[in-house]
């Protein structure tokens, strides 16, 4: 699967202590799935949990739009994915920023992400629908 670069939210970092990523912008009002992949893990009784923030005030205030399952040293190499709804701006022509805010608990927590990126849907509907339109009937209708 190509990813654009432009919506990549982080890749290749190792976090050790809560913190942001840096954002990126985008247009709202669209559905989107936010991809997660976890490298190696390691710590003593450490979890994580990571959130994906939303600004529609160019990063005055952000908010949380969902979240991924907490993670512990048990999961390297898992792959993520959560669906998100990115809102209109109260003005149009705003950007809307998105990025990560990751939180850490333990000892010598040591959480590698691989990649993490935004990805429009395919449709304006729900996941399920996405997911209905590459199964059964819907793809043999398209492969017509």
Not at 35 to 50: E, F, K, N, P, V
Not at 68 to 95: C, L, N
């Amino acid at each position: 699967m190509a990813i654009d670069a432009s919506l990549v939210l982080d890749s290749g970092q190792i976090v050790v202590a809560d913190g942001n990523t840096d954002y990126i912008e985008v247009e709202g009002g669209q559905l989107c799935w936010v991809h997660m992949q976890w490298g190696a893990m390691s710590g003593a009784s450490t979890t994580m949990d990571a959130r994906v923030m939303v600004s529609p005030d160019e990063g005055t205030t952000y908010y949380m739009k969902a979240k991924f399952q907490q993670v512990g040293p048990s999961d390297d190499s898992k792959d993520d994915r959560v669906p998100v709804y990115i809102p209109q701006p109260a003005t149009k022509g705003t950007k809307i920023r998105v990025r990560i805010n990751y939180d850490v608990t333990g000892t010598s927590p040591s959480y590698a992400v691989s990649w993490c990126h935004l990805e429009p849907m395919t449709s304006l509907g729900v996941p399920a629908i996405d997911e209905q339109l590459a199964t059964g009937a819907a793809a043999r209708i398209a492969a017509l």
